[in-house]
């Protein structure tokens, strides 16, 4: 490990009990955006080693408060002895089969998740073109589970000014499981086709930005689509 800034965010992870250091970009996003609300229910996707689980956690505030933590990766994930608690759970699972309806259960009574959030990234091949089209569909899987794949289909169809039949033909069942004023969070890499994405989000929520955080290693392309505020 070498250079400045890494040395300081892999040391300071290892000073206050944080798996990794991806910790500090999370605590960058709450410290800014307020994302996770005391007593809120967190979806975290692609979750290993845990480091947001545990950042996650501690942003619901105290147990009292309520909230719940979902964990879930293609790795079984053990639940972070620190900052942690009872509210944390982790499913060992692939994003990419899991339905809506699976997702929705682990919710706290089945209504869906105030935050979902997406680290989610692909085995890195070197090659520029075909990592971050694997990282924007990982991306896409992420927004589809939130605001549902009938509206995705519906928005594409807007945006590429062509009418659109999606929307006719979905029922309540096809509704993503991010509740309405929701926040949503999703690891891009950076492409020429990075922006596109950002065009497909905005619709459905009242504020988009993007971030790339300072603990953010800088020979990394990761950027972070922060979704504010789901629309009804």
């Not at 998740?113 to 992420?142: H, N, Q, W, Y």
């Amino acid at each position: 490990m070498s250079g400045g800034a890494p040395d300081f965010f892999y040391r300071e992870a290892q000073r206050l009990g944080y798996l990794a250091r991806s910790a500090f970009k999370l605590l960058q996003m709450q410290q800014q955006h307020r994302l996770i609300k005391p007593g809120g229910s967190v979806l975290d996707l692609g979750c290993a080693p845990g480091a947001w689980l545990q950042v996650a956690c501690q942003s619901l505030g105290p147990v009292k408060n309520g909230g719940a933590v979902v964990g879930v990766d293609l790795k079984k994930v053990k639940v972070p002895n620190v900052y942690c608690d009872s509210r944390v759970q982790t499913v060992c699972a692939d994003v990419m089969k899991i339905s809506r309806d699976q997702a929705r259960v682990l919710s706290p009574n089945g209504k869906g998740f105030s935050v979902i959030l997406s680290d989610m990234c692909p085995l890195v091949s070197g090659i520029t073109t075909k990592d971050a089209a694997l990282s924007a569909e990982l991306g896409m899987r992420a927004l589809g589970l939130a605001v549902g794949e009938a509206a995705l289909a519906h928005l594409d169809d807007n945006i590429d000014g062509q009418e659109s039949s999606h929307h006719s033909r979905s029922g309540a069942h096809e509704n993503g499981i991010l509740l309405p004023g929701g926040n949503l969070v999703i690891k891009l890499l950076e492409s020429e086709d990075v922006q596109g994405f950002s065009k497909i989000c905005k619709p459905c929520f009242k504020k988009t930005s993007w971030l790339r955080p300072k603990a953010t290693r800088s020979s990394s392309r990761e950027i972070y689509l922060i979704c504010q505020g789901l629309k009804k």
